[in-house]
């Protein structure tokens, strides 16, 4: 078996098995194994089939309608998007400080679309797995087969996020599309009716935020041992953090740790995020592969995400999300993807304690929205998305028009922890075995835990390496195309 | 007051004609807006049907889910949608009859659902909605006013 299963030595003369798509995650994956006749695993790759060329679609658009435009990247997370071109387009508009009303209704917004994509990954993606068992009959392992054996949980699943998007709706004006963040601050602000409408149900929702974490940490206590090896890769992380190093999903600085937890930076402004990461490419791939420069692009991969961020943060400012995470964390650095879980649901329970602390607070209800100052020909925006690190970064001219727009998405953030991940499953359960749809779902098991959105992960047109491949009848390679990224 | 009838376009305005159902619903509210105004007709847009549209369809009489379609019929296609287990549900979407079996689940016997699928050409990134969908949008908007309005 080869060591580093990204490129096998005689592709041709292995056995190819395509997982195409990859179920239950956003987009469009693809993943490739090549096996000999022993069945033995010599590569292993996630491909993106689906080319989506955002940044140049927002080229040439005036500034004011990209935090509009981009919530079309994502179905999944497109107040993630609106939040952070925002932000980055603050930067333009000289807004350096927002008003404190601003600031609240952009968090209560975030925190909302944290708490309803969270309540849809675990409840709808990932605990059929979970529940049912990684080698359970597929036509269960879905949904609708959570809703059936357990109707309260899927409830509570959907209750929790309707609640989350009830509060999009009221901070960002509609459930999808919404235009209430603007730059320089907002264009609405949250009435004491509304917050009293929204207080009504926290109540459940933060018991059920609490019976979520439980139900994980049960989970994980019946099958310690698996949980804890199950495609255990180690990489970096890297996350915002906010004023003391606590969890903050909205705003703060760059920290990067390394695979054993030390800090390798900390404190470095959004702006500064080009010194930081770098991003290659590979032939095979059209998604891009960031690493920290400071440990270079063979050792610098790192995870972005809830469990990066419950690992990089100090400490939580909630109380019962706090206390979840030092149980968490109790037993030193977690390179599990299977953590992603448990860091999910308590980031779940610490939105909903956000929330609840925001709704209290009369200044959501102020009548100062927008600030601006000087303007700028550049701006950067980063927020911590549901998956993990999202960076927008704009340059708009004179005439407003933007000249230049950089993206990079949690998932691709991720990527080079994500292959590792799924090819430690493929040497831990599929090397010398019949490959069977159950052991593939083992390698879609891997992937969900990251919650890549694929979809969005892809983009810049034109800039990416390009590989094309002709094979004959036999499998073996006939002609080959290869353009290099820029 | 819930309307009896809820239209739920599904689309993404930035794909083409992927936009048609989101583009169905604003021509809806300009066509139908006495029907909107007077509470008996309510218009929804998404990106993609989710789980938690079932509880969009609570009290409802009538949903209808007016998506794009890709091959079939022209102008467009109405048919009557069950309640079904959708075995394949994948990704972050679902299909209308899982949609309704997640609220036959979870909350009881759904409404009556039709599908409004109306043929779509062209579904690329930035692109609006090619002139072939634009007509069948507007047939399909005609023959939605006589059956529903």
Same mark, same amino acid.
């Given at each position: 078996m080869s060591s580093s299963l990204e490129k096998a030595s005689a592709p041709a003369q292995l056995r190819r098995i395509v997982i195409e798509p990859v179920s239950r995650v956003e987009g469009?994956?693809?993943?490739?194994?090549?096996?000999?006749?022993?069945?033995?695993?010599?590569?292993?790759?996630?491909?993106?089939?689906?080319?989506?060329?955002?940044?140049?679609?927002?080229?040439?658009?005036?500034?004011?309608?990209?935090?509009?435009?981009?919530?079309?990247?994502?179905g999944i997370c497109p107040v993630s998007h609106h939040l952070a071109a925002s932000k980055a387009l603050d930067g333009v508009v000289g807004a350096r400080t927002l008003t404190p009303t601003a600031e609240k209704v952009r968090r209560l917004m975030h925190y909302g679309q944290i708490l309803q994509s969270h309540a849809l990954h675990f409840?709808?993606?990932?605990?059929?797995?979970?529940?049912?068992?990684?080698?359970?009959?597929?036509?269960?392992?879905?949904?609708?087969?959570?809703?059936?054996?357990?109707?309260?949980?899927?409830?509570?699943?959907?209750?929790?996020?309707?609640?989350?998007?009830?509060?999009?709706?009221?901070?960002?004006?509609?459930?999808?599309h919404g235009t209430g963040s603007v730059p320089g601050g907002v264009n609405k602000s949250v009435s004491r009716a509304e917050r009293d409408e929204l207080r009504r149900p926290l109540g459940d929702v933060l018991g059920w935020a609490e019976g979520a974490v439980q139900l994980v940490t049960d989970l994980y206590e019946r099958d310690r041992a698996r949980w804890d090896r199950f495609g255990a890769a180690r990489a970096g992380f890297l996350s915002l953090v906010g004023q003391g190093g606590a969890l903050d999903l909205y705003d703060g600085v760059?920290?990067?740790?390394?695979?054993?937890?030390?800090?390798?930076?900390?404190?470095?402004?959004?702006?500064?995020?080009q010194e930081r990461i770098k991003e290659n490419v590979r032939s095979w791939s059209y998604m891009k592969f960031?690493? =920290?420069?400071? =440990?270079?692009?063979?050792?610098?991969?790192?995870?972005?995400?809830?469990?990066?961020?419950?690992?990089?943060?100090?400490?939580?400012d909630t109380p019962r999300a706090e206390a979840a995470r030092q149980r968490f964390v109790a037993g030193g650095i977690i390179h599990a993807p299977l953590a992603y879980h448990r860091a999910r649901l308590i980031e779940l329970l610490h939105a909903a304690e956000v929330i609840e602390r925001l709704l209290a607070d009369d200044d959501l209800s102020g009548d100062r929205l927008v600030t601006s100052g000087p303007r700028a020909s550049s701006g950067v925006g980063i927020l911590e998305a549901p998956r993990g690190t999202l960076i927008h970064h704009y340059d708009v001219a004179a005439n407003d028009l933007v000249t230049m727009c950089n993206l990079i998405v949690s998932t691709t953030h991720n990527n080079g922890a994500m292959h590792e991940a799924i090819r430690e499953v493929a040497r831990q359960e599929l090397d010398g075995r019949e490959p069977t749809e159950g052991l593939l779902n083992h390698i879609e098991v891997a992937i969900r835990a990251f919650d890549p959105?694929?979809?969005?992960?892809?983009?810049?047109?034109?800039?990416?390496?390009?590989?094309?491949?002709?094979?004959?009848?036999?499998?073996?390679?006939v002609a080959q195309l290869s353009r290099s990224g820029s | 007051m819930t309307a009896p009838t809820l239209v739920i376009g599904v689309g993404n305005p930035s794909r083409g004609d992927d936009a048609l159902g989101p583009a169905f619903v604003d021509r809806a509210a300009e066509e139908l807006r006495t029907f909107v105004e007077g509470g008996h007709l309510e218009l929804l847009t998404d990106f993609q049907l989710q789980v938690e549209h079932a509880l969009d369809l609570i009290g409802r009489a009538r949903v209808v889910f007016v998506d794009a379609l890709v091959g079939g019929d022209a102008p467009f296609v109405w048919r009557r949608v069950e309640p079904a287990r959708d075995t394949t549900v994948s990704t972050h979407a679902m299909s209308p009859a899982a949609v309704l079996d997640a609220h036959r689940t979870v909350l009881g016997d759904p409404p009556e659902a039709w599908v409004l699928a109306i043929r779509g050409e062209r579904f690329e990134l930035g692109e609006g909605l090619s002139g072939v969908a634009a007509g069948n949008l507007e047939s399909a908007l005609v023959f939605f006013t006589a059956t529903c309005g």
């Open positions: 469009h994956g693809k993943v490739t194994i090549l096996l000999d006749d022993q069945r033995r695993v010599h590569q292993v790759r996630l491909h993106i089939v689906e080319f989506r060329g955002f940044e140049r679609f927002i080229q040439g658009r005036p500034y004011w309608e990209v935090p509009v435009m981009v919530q079309r990247l994502c409840f709808h993606l990932a605990s059929p797995d979970l529940l049912f068992g990684f080698d359970s009959d597929p036509a269960r392992r879905n949904v609708v087969g959570v809703l059936a054996a357990h109707p309260d949980l899927a409830r509570q699943g959907i209750l929790l996020r309707k609640f989350g998007q009830e509060i999009i709706c009221v901070t960002a004006g509609k459930r999808v760059l920290r990067a740790r390394d695979q054993d937890g030390n800090i390798l930076f900390d404190g470095v402004a959004p702006e500064q995020y960031p690493f =920290l420069a400071a =440990l270079g692009p063979e050792a610098g991969s790192y995870k972005v995400g809830p469990l990066a961020r419950l690992q990089n943060c100090d400490f939580i959105c694929l979809s969005c992960a892809t983009h810049a047109l034109g800039k990416m390496a390009l590989f094309v491949e002709v094979l004959d009848a036999g499998g073996a390679p | -």
